[in-house]
């Protein structure tokens, strides 16, 4: 089986940072795109940031410039750097990564347990 486990979620007040990371353990052939989303009480889940497997990153326009994703290969690890944090950024986030098992297999979307984050006012 694969696993998505995340770490690094907290409190911090408004302005603090916090690196988020993930790490992708299993059976895995090869990571394709990987990413990390957010949801809020009430709210849908939403896209923060993913990077693709060539290196190009995406990001949603509410965290342009605060946050930054990045990933390791070598480590199957995915991780998300949070400055500049705001009250709006509290969500649950969570780790996304298509997986492909084996050579032969087509790529399968993964999710991790979540990890909450708190910014405080």
């Known amino acids: 089986q694969v696993q998505l486990v995340e770490s690094g979620g907290g409190l911090v007040q408004a302005g603090g940072s916090l690196r988020l990371s993930c790490v992708a353990s299993g059976r895995i052939f090869s990571i394709n795109g990987m990413g990390w989303y957010r949801q809020a009480p009430g709210n849908q889940r939403e896209l923060v940031a993913a990077?693709?497997?060539?290196?190009?990153?995406n990001y949603a326009d509410s965290v342009q410039g605060r946050f930054i994703i990045s990933r390791d290969d070598a480590k199957n690890t995915v991780s998300l750097q949070m400055n500049s944090l705001k009250p709006e950024d509290t969500a649950v986030y969570y780790c996304?990564?298509?997986?492909?098992?084996?050579?032969?297999?087509?790529?399968?979307?993964?999710w991790g347990q979540g990890t909450q984050v708190t910014v405080s006012s």
């Open positions: 990077v693709t497997s060539d290196g190009r990153t």
């Open positions: 996304n990564a298509d997986i492909r098992r084996e050579r032969t297999y087509l790529p399968v979307n993964y």
